[in-house]
């Protein structure tokens, strides 16, 4: 009615938000020689501001071209609502509306009268990101009013607010907000939004700790109705916390290769899936140094599939997917395609165990012929042929292994489901039944490893150096973090198998117990129905074969790194790069080219170590909705609160049986842990790797997983309770902290905090 500045603060005021009183001077009333209005109160000094009806819109913003008084005395206020009507005719407004095709003739100007709140700290709220972050606010603030902030005639600090994570880091010289301000300024922008919309500009000011909101605008600059949503659920297994370069170009290589397989597989039709060739080549992302899903895209592809709506929920659950919300259009096929879809995605997941044993069979002779023929004293030239040749003959063929994911989904889905309303049993039954179900192939190289700690002492020197060699040459590509190509293996550094060993050896006691549980014998009964029994033959069969094939990726990643170790050794050579392991911040078509066309890298790898110094400071985010393309973080310095949450109770998906007290070990970074004997780990998430760190701990808790992520199905096999998907999982507990763990219902008390 008067223009969306007053309105806005009309509605807020209604709604409860913390307004300064103001008196509203309509145009007509203005525009008059006698002016007459009545003062909001009874205040010395007020600020007088335009209201034009036109103005804040959602094409128009007219930002900063009208007049606005601030501290202006009681006496001078009808002085100050004259000058901002005459304001209609300036210049910059004038060029402003002909810009915007619109005649100044048009516009009626209101005015707001509003209490002057003498700020200590003023400043703005952008409940997204303006450079287009959706699901980020950003606060900017500085000391004194806010026209100093606006005008950046104060030092600024600027907050950044991640709304999934609820996590903040801040950039500037100054610390103006606690992170209780900080939280209950989120707070009321979350009121306002449900006036207003989601993406708002409110001005705010704070004087004697108190908030008062000043004004609310739409952000008319981002663009929102396709956002690209970007999901670390899953992916951060495999690549937690900062993945350097040549991994993240080499994550979008393998997974546009295999996504594109599928697809094909599903429509055998080379026109339609160029359709969407662009979905393929966009499903993963990396942003500030980690890896991410481009979710949206996932569900494009899994909306070829048969009874999508009936799988997307069931993927979502084996994933653990934490936000289910997503466009649930389906993707626009004509009827042939659409039933012929139907038929191959039917035969294609027939045909998985044929087709995964077929897999395993041909990566057995690839993984034999690659190590036949490779040398340290290959060229580059003859080093990337290798590596090409690798591409040809698995990715080409590694798509199965999702189909086989989907597999053990669907039909470990089918099972809980028919277990719990045919069987009527427990989570914690069906959890310990599908435990014995499946021989696990990930085990086997913590039971050699079991086994050769233990037989150390029986051996000479040689024989066990013998052993290392064939451990090595077994399993030596499976560690911590095992799929980020610039992690150590035991293959690339064997010193790292001497230390397992001998950290397995100081409890020569547990070492024995551990290596007796491998060798008990699994029990086999089984007296449920026909059909019970069929998805437990499915559902034991895509898991089994799930495990292998994780195990043989982390071959092909080895193959990967002792490829791209052996370049670094010779582009140090040739002086492209200053030190080995530098070629990890090349991009991975970098590295392949520059066999061909060497040039200087050096002050491009300096570059983005300097990037990633920064990305190692910035929070760690499970989801980032970005406007249109994704992009990294730019900043000269930040900080970032340690938010902590006191609650005492936590619940999670209760993965592996048992009840357990002890003290918690909160794992954030996998190599700088040592002791975790008789801990209960408390971490993010956990990757295969991290078989060698749960067979000396008493029990494992994650924020993230499922039941078939790797946390489950390893805890089970070893015997230990584990919990996963526990929301806020390392915002509440802290290393130290004795804590009780639940593994048959999921439930978590904090007994005792630590000191």
Not at 131 to 149: A, D, K, M, P, Y
Not at 193 to 205: H, Q, R, S
Request: glycine share 6%; hydrophobic share 35%; proline share 3%.
């Amino acid at each position: 009615m008067y223009g969306k500045k007053i309105d806005n603060l009309i509605k807020m005021r209604e709604a409860g938000i913390n307004v300064p009183a103001f008196t509203v001077v309509p145009y007509e009333d203005a525009i008059k020689d006698d002016l007459k209005f009545d003062l909001p109160s009874s205040r010395k000094h007020f600020s007088v501001r335009s209201s034009a009806d036109i103005e804040d819109g959602e094409s128009t913003s007219f930002a900063g071209q009208f007049d606005t008084f601030l501290n202006v005395d009681r006496d001078d206020v009808p002085a100050k609502i004259k000058e901002i009507i005459s304001s209609i005719n300036s210049d910059t407004v004038k060029a402003y509306a002909e810009s915007k095709n619109l005649d100044i003739n048009d516009i009626k100007m209101n005015v707001i009268v509003q209490d002057m709140i003498d700020a200590d700290i003023s400043g703005v709220l952008f409940t997204a990101n303006p450079q287009g972050i959706l699901n980020e606010s950003v606060i900017t603030v500085g000391r004194g009013l806010g026209e100093g902030v606006v005008s950046s005639k104060v030092d600024t600090t600027s907050y950044y607010y991640n709304l999934t994570d609820k996590i903040c880091y801040f950039e500037g010289e100054e610390d103006l907000l606690t992170s209780e301000k900080t939280e209950e300024l989120i707070g009321i922008s979350e009121k306002i939004k449900e006036l207003f919309g989601e993406f708002l500009d409110i001005e705010f000011a704070i004087k004697n700790d108190e908030i008062f909101i000043l004004q609310a605008r739409p952000i008319t600059t981002l663009k929102t109705d396709d956002p690209l949503i970007l999901d670390n659920s899953n992916i951060v297994e495999s690549y937690p916390g900062i993945s350097l370069p040549l991994t993240t170009t080499f994550v979008d290589l393998v997974y546009s290769g295999v996504f594109r397989g599928v697809c094909a597989r599903v429509l055998k039709n080379e026109k339609e899936l160029s359709k969407h060739e662009d979905v393929f080549l966009n499903m993963t992302g990396h942003v500030n140094g980690r890896v991410y899903y481009k979710i949206s895209n996932w569900y494009t592809v899994l909306k070829f599939l048969p009874f999508s709506k009936k799988i997307i929920p069931v993927w979502q659950e084996m994933l653990g997917v934490r936000n289910k919300n997503y466009n649930n259009d389906d993707v626009n096929v004509n009827f042939f395609v659409r039933f012929m879809t139907y038929f191959n995605s039917v035969y294609e997941l027939l045909s998985v165990p044929k087709n995964m044993k077929r897999l395993n069979e041909k990566f057995i002779v690839i993984n034999d012929d690659f190590y036949s023929r490779y040398n340290e004293d290959l060229t580059p030239k003859e080093l990337v042929s290798m590596f090409n040749d690798i591409k040809v003959k698995l990715f080409g063929c590694w798509d199965i292994t999702l189909l086989n994911d989907m597999y053990s989904f669907i039909f470990t889905g089918l099972l809980k489901s028919r277990m719990k309303k045919k069987h009527k049993k427990s989570d914690k039954e069906i959890n310990d039944y599908i435990s014995g179900i499946s021989d696990i192939e990930s085990m086997k190289p913590v039971i050699e490893i079991t086994k050769l700690a233990l037989q150390k002492d029986e051996l000479s020197s040689e024989e066990f150096e013998a052993k290392k060699k064939e451990y090595i040459r077994k399993f030596g590509d499976r560690n911590l973090e095992e799929l980020k190509i610039e992690s150590r293996t035991f293959r690339s550094n064997p010193e790292l198998l001497d230390e397992r060993i001998e950290t397995y050896r100081k409890d020569m006691d547990r070492l024995r117990e551990t290596y007796r549980s491998f060798s008990k014998e699994k029990s086999s009964e089984d007296k449920y129905d026909f059909l019970t029994r069929f998805y437990v033959k499915r559902s034991s069969l895509g898991i089994y074969n799930r495990e292998i094939s994780r195990l043989n990726r982390s071959r092909i990643y080895g193959i990967v790194r002792l490829i791209v170790d052996t370049l670094g050794k010779r582009y140090v050579e040739q002086g492209i790069i200053k030190k080995e392991f530098d070629i990890y911040y090349l991009k991975i078509d970098e590295v392949l080219e520059l066999a061909e066309k060497p040039s200087d890298m050096k002050e491009k790898v300096e570059y983005r170590k300097e990037k990633y110094r920064l990305y190692r400071e910035l929070p760690p985010y499970s989801r980032l909705i970005f406007a249109e393309s994704e992009f990294n973080k730019s900043h000269v310095a930040i900080n970032s609160y340690k938010k902590t949450l006191n609650d005492n109770e936590l619940q999670g998906v209760p993965c592996s049986g048992g009840v357990i007290e002890g003290e918690a070990l909160v794992v954030r970074d996998v190599n700088d842990t040592k002791d975790v004997k008789d801990k209960i780990l408390i971490t993010k998430m956990t990757d295969p790797g991290w078989v060698f760190l749960l067979t000396s701990a008493k029990g494992v808790i994650s924020e993230k997983g499922s039941l078939l992520s790797h946390t489950a199905i390893i805890s089970r096999e070893i015997g230990i309770p584990s919990i996963v998907g526990v929301k806020d999982l390392m915002l509440t507990v802290r290393s130290g902290d004795i804590i009780k763990m639940n593994g048959d219902n999921g439930k978590i008390e904090i007994i005792k905090r630590g000191e």
